[in-house]
């Protein structure tokens, strides 16, 4: 609705001269985005509309056009996702948006470097922080402004030439599975010596040790994937054939079925599933309205005609992970009193209301607010660290909820204080209670990986022990 109007009001005012990128967290928002625009040029009679779209769920034939037109120097602002931060070559981009801060300083780093690539040319990035405006039903998390003080945190981060370290200790047992298949695929089976040697001596799993990738590969007996022969050479057996020849197996990431949408002869993108509206129902893709016709699950094709109203699809993005270092930050910036001099007049008076809440709740001197029955813990670290206190609360048997800097525990203040000393003390481990993380299978081979090893995977992926800990004794000294 208005927040909606507003920002596209914006968005018009800066990006509809010259070339832009403009880099949104999810496709939803680019899509609801690009059709106010649409209803906005029509309105306001621009002689052009230059705002157009770039995503993974449009055809490739619409993302081509878009990548011709920004090549032959058309003017154009287009909203992307990742898929324009890397590679493909656009030509000069003048300035860069962001919609909401990113979940890493690399990628705002990345997403920078886009623009002012000639000589003279100063790179220009405009974010916006889309924190919904403080009013009466504000949650706590609401009124500390996320978005925005993230945003600074990552700007001031950006400034210092700071960046997130490389996150190399995950063990890829799902990746090792495929190119165990793929191997095997290759040679038509071969000794368990030449998989040791190829993929772990020679190859990239070296962390993985011979004991892990020996229950690899019974787990993959077991699911009746490979066999081993008299001659002790193991061979892909029927289930792993039909694995290696299905169509998505040398793509290295989860698939969904997905649905091409098609209106006529025009082929506008596809749409996972999950995210399928109903027969007679409106959607918008590729910022423009669409009427469910008729949904084919034979062939996989949704039949679609041009709609007067509008519905946004949902597209499950996926969050990313924010670092420890990023939310130590935002904390810095909640506590000082300079007010940065980029900052538009509102994000700095949001800036300001989000530093008296802070203080006048003493965010920073009281281990956690009260409401009734609900305890509600700003601990201040990143996602890992959150998402562990979040699994050893439910180890304890304490429902919690997770926002974005907040962890509301459902339990009274003497017990809370009891459970963070356990935490504090080390109580808990990271790898017992690895099974409990809120998404436990990520990569496409997951589900044949065995679980103690997925639940090593899972609690370098998701956890971090040092940072629970670490927040729990922070909470429990103020």
């Known amino acids: 609705g208005n927040a909606l109007e507003n920002l596209a009001l914006d968005i018009a005012g800066v990006f509809r001269e010259r070339t832009n990128l403009i880099f949104i967290n999810s ?3 680019g899509e609801m985005l690009t059709d106010e625009l649409n209803e906005l040029s029509k309105k ?3 002689p052009r509309n230059p705002f157009l779209l770039h995503h993974g769920s449009l055809s490739k034939e619409i993302r081509e056009e878009v990548e011709e037109r920004l090549k032959e120097g058309e003017q154009l602002s287009v909203f992307c996702t990742s898929t324009l931060e890397m590679g493909i070559d656009i030509g000069s981009v003048h300035s860069v948006g962001q919609l909401g801060p990113p979940w890493s300083v690399a990628s705002l780093v990345q997403r920078l470097g886009r623009s002012g690539r000639r000589e003279g040319e100063s790179s220009i990035l405009r974010l916006f922080s889309l924190d919904p405006p ?4 504000s949650t706590p998390d609401e009124l500390l402004c996320p978005q925005l003080i993230r945003s600074i945190a990552m700007v001031e981060l950006l400034r210092e030439k700071w960046l997130e370290p490389f996150d190399s200790g995950v063990p890829q047992f799902s990746t090792l599975i495929h190119q165990t298949l793929s191997l095997l695929r290759q040679t038509g089976g071969c000794h368990f010596v030449k998989l040791r040697d190829t ?9 993985v040790t011979i004991a892990q990738y020996k229950s690899l590969l019974k787990s993959l007996a077991a699911h009746e994937l490979i066999e081993q022969m008299a001659s002790n050479e193991i061979i892909l057996s029927p289930g792993g054939e039909r694995i290696t020849h299905s169509r998505d197996f040398y793509a290295a990431f989860q698939g969904t079925t997905e649905y091409a949408i098609r209106c006529g002869q025009l082929d506008i993108g596809k749409l996972p599933q999950t995210s399928l509206p109903q027969e007679g129902e409106n959607f918008l893709l590729n910022g423009r309205r669409w009427k469910v016709e008729q949904i084919d699950p034979k062939s996989l094709v949704v039949e679609v005609t041009p709609a007067r109203s509008r519905k946004m699809p949902i597209f499950l993005g996926a969050a990313g992970a924010v670092h420890s270092r990023i939310a130590a930050k935002m904390a810095e910036i909640l506590q000082d009193e300079e007010v940065p001099v980029y900052l538009h007049s509102d994000a700095a008076s949001l800036l300001q209301s989000a530093r008296a809440y802070a203080a006048t709740n003493e965010i920073f001197r009281k281990p956690f607010l009260e409401k009734t029955g609900r305890c509600i813990l700003v601990p201040w670290t990143g996602s890992k ?3 562990t206190l979040k699994v050893f609360a439910t180890a304890a048997g304490i429902e919690t909820a997770r926002k974005n800097l907040t962890l509301t525990y459902i ?10 000393e356990k935490v504090a003390g080390g109580f808990f481990q990271a790898t017992d209670h690895a099974a409990k993380v809120s998404e436990r299978y990520v990569d496409k081979y997951d589900s044949y990986v065995p679980d103690d090893l997925l639940d090593l995977a899972n609690s370098v992926r998701a956890l971090s022990q040092e940072e629970a800990v670490a927040a729990a004794k922070a909470v429990l000294a103020r």
Do not use: I, K, N, Y
Not at 411 to 420: G, R
């Open 27 to 29: 496709r939803g928002t």
């Open 44 to 46: 306001e009679r621009w």
């Open 134 to 137: 403080p009013g009466p039903a």
């Open 199 to 207: 993929l772990l001596v020679h190859g990239a799993f070296r962390e």
């Open 385 to 387: 660290g959150l998402e």
């Open 411 to 420: 339990c009274s203040p003497a017990d809370l204080q009891e459970h963070l």
